[in-house]
Nanobody, 116 residues
């Protein structure tokens, strides 16, 4: 299984970015999948998940600003991020949940930097 995340970059506060995660060896729609992020010196934080049924859940800090979606035909996971603030600066990781946490599949991460 490989998860390839991309779309990160440098953006000004108030701006938007869209992250993508392409999977090989696993079908996103068969599992719960989503995004975590980790800022320097901080623990990994849940950003958003989408279940196999399409139900979405968001971390409190991103509710109303971020949207997770999935393209089943392309087997790609997306994270649309709007109204970005410097506090959103982090490495964003896509993941697929299979079994226990230790068995989850992770992408390599993509860096998002929001300047003030």
């Amino acid at each position: 299984v490989q998860l390839q995340a991309y779309g990160g970059g440098l953006v000004q506060a108030g701006g938007s970015l869209r992250l993508s995660c392409v999977a090989s060896g696993v079908i996103f729609s068969a599992y719960t999948s989503g995004w975590y992020r980790q800022a320097p010196g901080k623990e990994r934080e849940l950003v958003a998940v989408i279940t196999s049924f399409g139900t979405t859940m968001y971390g409190d800090s991103v509710k109303g600003r971020f949207t997770i979606s999935r393209d089943n035909a392309e087997n790609t996971l997306y994270l649309e991020m709007n109204s970005l603030t410097p506090e959103d600066t982090a490495v964003y990781y896509c993941h697929v949940r299979r079994g226990s946490v230790s068995s989850w599949w992770w992408g390599q991460g993509t860096l998002v930097t929001v300047s003030s």
